[in-house]
């Protein structure tokens, strides 16, 4: 089956510490996304790739950082400067062709909070 | 930044009754999607209106967009419980090239 795969599901930080979120798609899709979402609000656009070894600083990238090593994979890394990390944090990806109307494609989400 | 912004924020209905979301944006669009969200969970697409179309169907779903309004409805005809969720729009701006902003999303209650 194809779709997304983000892990860990839940993921604990301790202050001053560095996590990393993993994403991985098998659908040969070009870009890729991550999203924060805060409770009861919606999605906030942090980076995104269009190509391997290319991202792009989205609305809030302040306190994180991306790689794109691989058309599969786009890990997050939130990085000890972000002060308010707890969120829960949403991978998409898409197809760029032209005409393609099915939209983004969601992983399940990585619930991160800070302990 | 937030470009779509919904209407209204909650709606609680009764099954079988139609449920209808709005969604207004700014900027100019390539196209608008509508998205699902169970709680807790990742976003399912559920379906997409060019800027040059007006209306789209899908099983339940009536897509209306408007764009010298530039706003655009969301209706879900003859709902289930099982429609319990938050439904967000998100635009594909014509200057932002593949990304999406989303809106704040609709959190629809179908009580049985």
């Known amino acids: 089956d194809g779709g997304i795969t983000q892990s860990p599901k839940y993921l604990f930080r301790k202050e001053g510490q560095n996590v990393t979120l993993s994403c991985e798609q098998n659908?040969?899709?070009?870009?890729m996304y991550w999203y924060r979402q805060d409770p009861g609000q919606g999605l906030r656009l942090i980076y995104y790739?269009?190509?391997?070894?290319?991202?792009q600083k989205g609305d809030i990238a302040e306190g994180y950082s991306v790689s794109r090593e691989k058309k599969e994979s786009f890990p997050l890394t939130v990085t000890s400067a972000q002060k308010n990390p707890t969120a829960f944090y949403l991978c998409?990806?898409?197809?760029?062709?032209?005409?393609?109307?099915?939209?983004?494609?969601f992983g399940s989400g990585t619930r991160l909070t800070v302990v | 930044s937030q470009q779509g912004e919904e209407d209204p924020q909650a709606l609680s209905i009764q099954e079988g009754e139609n449920a209808t979301m709005n969604c207004s944006y700014k900027?100019?669009?390539?196209?608008l999607q509508w998205y699902r969200q169970n709680s807790g969970r990742g976003l399912v697409h559920l379906i997409l209106?060019?800027?040059?179309?007006r209306e789209k169907h899908s099983g339940r779903l009536r897509v209306t967009l408007d764009t010298s309004k530039k706003s655009s409805s969301l209706l879900i005809t003859a709902s289930r419980a099982a429609d319990t969720a938050s439904y967000f729009c998100?635009?594909?701006?014509?200057?932002?090239?593949?990304?999406?902003?989303f809106g704040e999303g609709t959190q629809l209650t179908v009580n049985p």
């Open positions: 659908l040969n899709h070009d870009a």
């Open positions: 209106i060019r800027s040059n179309e």
């Open positions: 900027t100019s669009i390539n196209n």
């Open positions: 790739s269009q190509i391997v070894n290319d991202f």
């Open positions: 998100a635009t594909d701006e014509e200057t932002s090239g593949s990304r999406l902003t």
């Open positions: 998409a990806s898409n197809s760029l062709l032209e005409g393609v109307d099915y939209g983004y494609t």
